[in-house]
């Protein structure tokens, strides 16, 4: 079945590709194995060259790179931009920093040992369609540097993103079949993961996704690092800045039109300002600008699927039947094309589909708490754990929710965000393992302790 790359904002498609057979697989995994033997083998500072170049080519070919991602999954087009931005800094950061977190950590024994941090080999990542470039790329500049070689199963929807990086690859003067694009359906995952070759397996997408790979690799004995959804708690107290807090509400869940993972998603309320949150937010979303994402003055472009805009209608029409209120928005609309107006939910009840499930567009669902004690379980019982946003100036109130917010990062006046230099990943059903930071320059290599005993000559021997 030919890979398809259809344009969100008509329906239309702009290009197919034909899936890799067997043959064509297996050619590539084995030139990932050539080519792991001697890229292993190089120097940090040859790495870093070559990542620095491909930096390089992101900041001169953002416009470009930044129009694909747009037509391939509906983005708008200065977040396009910006992502092809961040590309180029991450690959910085880790040029910058792997050799020196990598090196050599010595032991305080009574002998010499110390850890030395050696590649594993070739990696697959899965990658999702919603950050086509960020997602790839803080998996490919920590996995190259550290000595590992990359092979890429992109989501289907963006293939022609998914070929581009790997040309940027090839331009930076990677050698071949350091970074490889494969162009195989969700069904061929099971038979490249399975081969001997591929060590390793890294997964960002939907918690079946991440269970169907972790699976595999568990009874392969392979490693994996999993970042899976997000139903991220966005918690506003009394002494809060209302205004700053509000913006950050706004910019959090209609960031990438509400497709993001780290979207603030439940906003948790303190009641003696849930009402002035509630109308705020409910006139932010009325005014957003929904349109064509190659218009500077749009907001939010169309979702990037017809499959994810009707799950996020039905979660909507569900969520009002358990009780909800929808105060704005929530509809599609549109006949060509996958349009959806953001939405306002509230009063949601514990088991309207808006408080328990993820909701990968722009719905704002509000939840009032009467202390922070309730706020806190409010927050946890969702069954995910990726990000949390709280918005207090109450030195005790933020221990508290740091301390018990059951989440791989808690950001504190301020909207959760990714950063080449700090760790990013999740914990119950959003997943393990760390990308990002040194933990995500460590997560593919073997942790090799080396002991070295005290030698004695024995006389009369040679």
């Known amino acids: 079945m030919p890979i398809a790359s259809i344009d969100p904002r008509t329906g239309e498609t702009l290009e197919t590709f034909a899936q890799l057979g067997d043959r064509d697989i297996d050619a590539k995994l084995a030139l990932a194995a050539r080519t792991y033997a001697s890229w292993r083998k190089t120097s940090f500072a040859a790495r870093a060259i070559a990542m620095r170049k491909a930096a390089d080519i992101l900041e001169a070919d ?29 690959c910085r950061y880790y040029a910058d920093h792997a050799e020196v977190s990598l090196s050599d950590e010595r032991m305080s024994t009574p002998n010499e040992s110390w850890v030395r941090y050696l590649p594993l080999g070739p990696v697959l990542a899965v990658m999702p369609w919603n950050f086509p470039f960020w997602q790839v790329f ?22 022609r993103c998914a070929l581009a990086i790997e040309d940027v690859a090839r331009r930076a003067g990677f050698p071949e079949g350091a970074f490889q694009t494969l162009l195989i359906g969700a069904a061929q995952v099971s038979r490249v993961l399975d081969d001997p070759r591929v060590v390793a397996a890294t997964l960002t997408g939907s918690e079946a996704a991440g269970a169907a790979v972790a699976s595999q690799a568990g009874k392969l004995i392979k490693p994996t690092v999993l970042e899976l959804g997000g139903s991220d708690a966005f918690v506003v107290m009394p002494s809060a800045d209302l205004d700053a807090a509000i913006e950050a509400a706004v910019a959090s869940r209609t960031l990438n039109n509400g497709q993001s993972c780290i979207n603030a998603k439940r906003f948790i309320v303190h ?18 600008v929904v349109g064509d994402p190659m218009v500077a003055a ?33 509809v599609a609309f549109g006949d060509k ?55 207090t100036n109450d030195l005790g109130e933020q221990h508290r929710f740091v301390d018990d917010i059951e989440a791989g990062q808690t950001f504190v006046n301020a909207m959760v965000a990714s950063d080449p230099r700090v ?40």
């Open 271 to 288: 009641r003696d300002v849930y009402r002035t949150f509630e109308e705020r937010i409910t006139s932010a979303f009325a005014s957003l």
């Open 423 to 462: 760790p990013f990943g999740g914990v119950k059903r959003s997943g393990y393992g760390r990308e990002l930071g040194v933990h995500g320059l460590r997560a593919f290599v073997n942790v090799k302790t080396v002991w070295v005993g005290r030698g004695k000559t024995v006389a009369g021997t040679e």
């Open 337 to 391: 094309g996958y349009w959806f107006r953001p939405g306002v939910l509230a009063s949601l009840p514990k088991d309207a589909p808006a408080r328990r499930e993820e909701v990968f567009g722009p719905v704002a669902s509000l939840i009032e708490a009467k202390d922070v004690d309730e706020a806190i379980a409010i927050a946890n019982e969702t069954e995910l754990g990726l990000g949390s946003s709280v918005w």
């Open 62 to 90: 953002k416009d470009r790179l930044a129009r694909t991602m747009t037509e391939e999954m509906g983005k708008t087009l200065a977040s396009a931009v910006a992502e092809a931005e961040k590309c180029a800094r991450v």
């Open 298 to 330: 749009t907001q939010i472009g169309p979702l990037a699927l017809d499959s994810v805009r009707r799950d996020v209608v039905d979660q909507v029409s569900r969520s009002v039947a358990a009780g909800a209120r929808l105060l704005t928005g929530g």
């Open 138 to 159: 803080r998996f490919f500049a920590p996995a190259l540097m550290a000595g590992n070689v990359g092979l890429l199963k992109h989501a289907s929807n963006v293939p």
